[in-house]
């Protein structure tokens, strides 16, 4: 008889917002969403953990803009998976569909920011 442990979460369409230097004109709004599955499971023999971010997605908008956002990353999704095996070898498998991505000067700048704050 195995006896084994299993753990899920889910996550749905969390609203992420990223800001820079709101005193500057050129900054710009991040808004990210994903929906996120993580399952955690241990086993006899092995064990592993799975995140599943689907429908992964951001939009930028100038402060002060009052047109529609643009798309900054389109929909995707992304898997991670870490498999540990009893033989004591780790398995590391990242699997992403298509990746389309526009960057612009001031998106770089705010991201810039975010990361000095």
């Known amino acids: 008889m195995c006896l084994g442990t299993s753990i899920s979460i889910r996550i749905q369409k969390p609203d992420i917002f990223l800001f820079g230097d709101l005193e500057k004109s050129s900054t710009h709004v991040i808004r990210t969403q994903a929906e996120m599955f993580i399952e955690s499971s241990r086993h006899s023999r092995s064990s592993s953990v799975v995140c599943t971010l689907t429908n992964v997605n ?53 991201f810039i920011d975010v990361s000095i704050i």
Request: include cysteine; hydrophobic fraction near 30%.
């Open 58 to 110: 951001a939009k930028t908008k100038g402060q002060g803009n009052y047109e529609s956002p643009c798309w900054l990353l389109r929909p995707c999704d992304i898997e991670i998976c870490k498999k540990k095996l009893s033989c004591g070898n780790e398995d590391i498998t990242v699997a992403i569909n298509s990746i389309n991505i526009h960057l612009s000067a001031e998106v770089m700048h705010t």
